[in-house]
């Protein structure tokens, strides 16, 4: 890029000339420029707002200004040939005052805060040379408040920078948070002790520069991040898939902080993200092989493995894969069981989603969250972000300033000046709409937002289809009422206030430069996925509107990579009973010998389904990390490494492929999936997949894959891989499938392997003293890019860093050292890979929907039936909603008691009032004529905006529920009500106590450090 591209110009600093951008102020330079330059209240993301005036600087007139005037960096703008003095003795002298005044409230009790060792603060203060303490009076003090189990409080450390809050709530929205003050006291937190309620609580960690904000689960069982073991990963919880750093020591995972990423993440996580690591350390975790005969009281070996497995060689499975495995096991194990037997896990309808899905990724690359923040127009359908994909809503938030941030610009206020633009911006939006089928956290920054049940929600995108199909924008805009008039079919079947949303939605449309759709697969609706794809198609007519970008969320951290498996042989569960029950009733055929369940809870399925895979298997193989109803019906189970204890692939939403590093060895004989199954496919024989088999005539002595009559080799595969890269290039070798630019991801390090820890580590000698003074050998691990010691190559500046530290920063902030320039991408970066999704999916008749075009009149007979019928849509939760962070006790204890939002009507025709605990009754009757019903205690909430077809609440409804329902509301009785409340207290009594029990466990683990010598799987001790 040119210099003037990126508007650079020359300033003098400390009279030596540096190429500076104008974009930027002036603290936003310097730091760009890689010079030391304290400051407090100034957040790269979040842009100055001059309130701690630390980033005090001389500026000069020209080069005979001998005198200068002070300035603050942060609030100041580049202009060419600028002359500025860093190094004045003015200058420094007013950023050590600054400090002392700062420090005379602030306790000195680093040796027991727990930011010791990563404060922003300490930094400052070394920075700016202050050491001495001269204020001898009474130190202010304040009462902590409790603000949940997540975030911890100590106002005390204060030096009220407002960070806090302006991310609080200015930059997430959040609304149970602010500043309170009193004469000079000034108190940041709520008005009253109760858990933090935004979904981003736990960047107040990452973003209060000082100890006044602190991971509480990390606090609890403490270390200095100085003792960390890190390694740079990915989150496991959901498809945005952001870069996260996982520290962990003694083999427990401590705490994951946030890894910059310029076009992902950036500088925040999600509370999902960031706690949701409870699982890897949980009570729920397996840690011995189950159904397999031992020959050594010590340890598993591969030739027990090879022993229990060698009955099942050239054997037929089915294998189901998992979206929260890694790329690599579930490509492993399609492999293994061929391309007929694999399954996703997903039932009929979430085929019928994916194939859609795969479609849809064709239309072009899903923008990453930098570019949703520079969108200028957003839809949101059916898919509550904030709960599925929380890091996105947080951009989406940033995209809606920018109507606010174009305002300013046109009186000459720079996007940077943050104050100043919220002051101008007023409420002042970009335009956000949604559809959903819940209220969401986005609806009180939406120009419109309306709940409806799904089938509706693709009416109106019919409806905004046709507007399109109409022409050009200026025509159909001035005359939009009558276009709708004149279509029979909008306006019969869109209510008004359907009709309005349209129009609006329409409007600000013509308007748009950069509009963006996102919409998910949460409501589980092929028939929605298919009406996006008309309207995205819609867009390419003729007239004259900006194409939208469009992002299409999925629920699992490896969705996609799950869904670039998926062929047109691909199973349902419901195809994969089939086939079981089919041979169960032929003896004679033995075609599968049964299933071989990767990381799966099958979390749609009834009770049912499972108790018939159960009995319809013969054997039941289940690798997984966790117990859960699957691990306990299987014959042989065995413990599979979590994200932080492997290495693989995840692919984010956009198909993005992402390594995430292993940062601790687990204790064997857990190991990581591909290893496992590297083991299964050793003894098993593995295939050649069908699509790279040439086929010839078959002899008498072919191993045939029944299922389809096609020929089959077994690969002579003898030695098992040792390491990722060696998967990798096994992969490439024998498979024309796997993706070339995986095998190109993953390279033999080059030179000297990077350090896992920091070079002030405690080291191993004193780690381990309490057992033996002498030093024990350092964790070696096959083809490792990462040693595990801080012996190794310090941090590189690339996107691999295990975490981050620079010379005289040694908080977070030190990624300012590693930037480009502030908000840029690292120095030598990666470069971003996606892997490719075929359609083939869609090829099966089977997930395809029917073509049919459907008369005005049968729409019309479809609308009164949506109407008349009762859907119950489940709210989506950023704790509870994903199955492994749901395992964080933490998370448990944040659980909310029964919800139920109806609308007036219902609520009056069922005589019951908002907030009362009633006793709901859900029928249906199944396809089999069956009734299903379930019951439910929960306080009725009343929501004027409801549709009386639509419910909504926080309790899953059992499978056999089909999601046309009756619902009788009675009031529930005194006991019922006291019996449900009781239960409920149960259950957080239970994670209280399970937090306390894990705890327990961990510190007296630590007594007996797990530390293993080597790393590579069952036969390397
Ligand atoms: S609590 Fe932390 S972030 Fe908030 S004003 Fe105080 S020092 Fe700044
Ligand atoms: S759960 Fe999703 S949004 Fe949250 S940190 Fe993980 S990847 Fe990011
Ligand atoms: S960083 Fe400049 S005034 Fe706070």
Request: charged residues 20%.
């Amino acid at each position: 890029m040119s210099a003037s591209s990126k508007n650079l110009v020359t300033i003098f600093i400390d009279d030596q000339p540096y190429q500076v951008s104008t974009k930027d102020n002036l603290l936003a330079g310097v730091l760009s420029q890689k010079l030391n330059l304290p400051y407090f209240c100034w957040h790269p993301s979040m842009g100055s707002v001059g309130a701690c005036r630390q980033c005090a600087v001389m500026q000069f007139q020209d080069e005979n200004d001998q005198r200068g005037r002070l300035v603050m960096a942060c609030t100041t703008p580049v202009t060419d040939c600028m002359r500025i003095s860093i190094k004045n003795s003015h200058a420094s002298e007013f950023r050590e005052q600054v400090i002392a005044a700062m420090m005379t409230n602030h306790p000195h009790d680093c040796p027991v805060c727990a930011e010791g060792g990563e404060c922003h603060l300490q930094d400052m203060t070394v920075m700016t040379g202050h050491s001495a303490r001269e204020y001898q009076g009474t130190k202010r003090t304040f009462t902590n408040q409790y603000l949940g189990e997540l975030v911890g409080h100590e106002m005390n450390r204060c030096i009220t920078c407002y960070r806090c809050t302006r991310f609080y709530n200015d930059y997430a929205g959040g609304k149970d948070f602010g500043v309170y003050g009193s004469k000079n006291q000034v108190y940041f937190g709520r008005q009253t002790d109760g858990a933090l309620a935004s979904e981003f609580s736990g960047n107040l960690v990452e973003v209060c520069p000082t100890g006044v904000f602190t991971n509480k689960v990390f606090s609890a069982h403490y270390t200095r991040k100085w003792d960390l073991q890190s390694a740079p990963s990915v989150c496991s919880h959901c498809s945005v898939g952001c870069n996260l750093s996982i520290g962990e020591r003694y083999g427990s995972v401590r705490r994951v902080m946030n890894r910059y990423n310029s076009e992902l993440n950036g500088y925040f996580l999600c509370d999902r993200g960031r706690f949701g690591i409870g699982y890897v350390n949980g009570e729920q975790r397996l840690r011995k092989a189950k159904g397999i005969a031992q020959q050594s009281p010590v340890q598993l070996s591969t030739l027990d493995i090879a022993k229990a497995l060698s009955h099942f060689r050239l054997k037929n499975f089915i294998g189901i894969g998992s979206a929260r495995a890694s790329l690599e096991a579930n490509f492993y194990l399609k492999k293994i069981v061929g391309s007929r037997n694999f399954s996703a896990g997903y039932n009929d309808s979430e085929m019928q989603v994916a194939a859609q899905h795969a479609q849809l990724m064709q239309l072009g690359k899903a923008p990453n969250l930098a570019e949703i923040e520079t969108s200028d127009f957003i839809l949101i359908v059916g898919e509550d972000i904030t709960q599925t994909a929380a890091r996105m809503a947080l951009s989406v938030r940033q995209a809606l300033r920018n109507a606010a941030i174009a305002k300013a610009s046109l009186i000459g206020i720079p996007s940077w000046q943050d104050s100043a633009v919220r002051t101008i911006g007023g409420t002042l939006l970009s335009p956000l709409f949604s559809m959903q089928s819940t209220s969401t956290k986005l609806d009180d920054v939406a120009e419109q937002a309306l709940l409806m049940p799904v089938e509706r929600m693709s009416l109106c995108l019919q409806a905004l289809q046709k507007l399109l199909g109409l022409g050009h924008k200026k025509a159909v805009e001035k005359h939009i009422n009558e276009h709708f008039l004149q279509e029979s079919f909008l306006q019969e079947q869109l209510s008004t206030s359907e009709q309005n949303f349209v129009i609006a939605v329409y409007q600000a449309l013509c308007r748009a430069n950069k509009p963006l759709l996102i919409s998910g697969t949460s409501l589980v609706s092929a028939e929605l996925l298919a009406s996006i794809a008309k309207l995205m198609i819609g867009f390419k007519q003729d007239n004259d509107m900006a194409d939208p970008s469009l992002i299409i969320v999925p629920p699992c951290s490896n969705s996609l990579g799950v869904l670039s498996l998926l062929d047109e042989h691909s199973l349902s569960i419901e195809q994969v009973l089939t086939t079981l029950s089919e041979q169960a009733e032929d003896e004679q055929v033995p075609r599968v010998q049964g299933l071989i369940i990767l990381e799966q809870e099958l979390a749609k399925c009834s009770e049912n389904q499972i108790q018939q895979l159960r009995a319809l298997a013969k054997t039941l193989i289940v690798l997984d990390h966790s117990e859960n109803r699957l691990t306990k019906l299987a014959d042989i189970v065995l413990p599979v490494a979590t994200v932080s204890e492997g290495d693989g692939h995840y692919i984010n939403y956009q198909g993005r492929a992402q390594k995430f590093t292993q940062v601790h060895p687990p204790i064997l004989p857990i190991q990581e999936s591909w290893r496992w199954l590297d083991n299964i496919a050793d003894t098993l024989g593995i295939k050649v997949s069908v699509e790279a088999t040439p086929v010839e005539p078959l002899t008498e002595n072919d191993n045939l894959d029944a299922s389809a009559n096609i020929k089959v080799n077994t690969i002579a595969k003898n030695a098992r891989c040792q390491s990722l890269i060696q998967v990798h290039q096994f992969f490439a070798q024998h498979y024309s499938s796997w993706p070339e630019l995986m095998t190109g991801m993953s390279s033999k390090p080059d030179d000297k392997a990077i350090a896992r820890m920091s070079h002030r580590a405690s080291g191993r000698t004193s780690q381990m003293a309490n057992i033996s003074v002498h030093e024990s050998k350092a964790t070696q691990k096959f083809d490792d890019s990462f040693s595990f010691s801080m012996e190794g190559a310090s941090i590189k500046q690339t996107t691999d860093m295990p975490f981050v530290w620079a010379p005289g920063w040694n908080s977070n902030q030190a990624i300012g050292q590693y930037q480009e320039h502030i908000n840029g991408p690292l120095i030598q970066h990666a470069q971003s890979h996606f892997i490719a999704i075929s359609t083939s999916l869609a090829n099966n008749p089977h997930w395809q929907l029917t073509n049919k075009v459907a008369s005005d009149a049968d729409k019309r007979e479809y609308c009164a039936q949506v109407a008349a019928s009762l859907t119950y849509v489940q709210q989506q939760n950023i704790h509870l909603t994903e199955w492994q962070s749901a395992m964080t006790p933490e998370f448990q204890m944040l659980k909310q008691s029964n919800q139920l939002f109806i609308n007036h009507d219902t609520a009056e025709h069922m005589g019951v009032t908002s907030r009362q605990w009633c006793k709901v009754v859900f029928s249906a009757t199944n396809e089999k004529m069956q009734l299903a019903s379930q019951t439910v205690i929960s306080q009725v909430m009343v929501l004027a905006n409801l549709p009386s077809s639509l419910a909504f609440g926080n309790f899953p409804l059992c499978q056999s529920l089909t999601h046309q329902l009756e619902m009788k509301i009675t009031p529930a009785g005194a006991q019922e009500i006291t019996d449900y409340l009781s239960q409920f207290n149960d259950g957080v009594l239970a994670a209280e106590a399970s937090k306390k029990s894990v705890l327990e466990r961990l510190k007296e683990n630590d007594q007996t450090i797990p530390i293993r010598l080597v790393s590579g799987g069952l036969s390397d001790v």
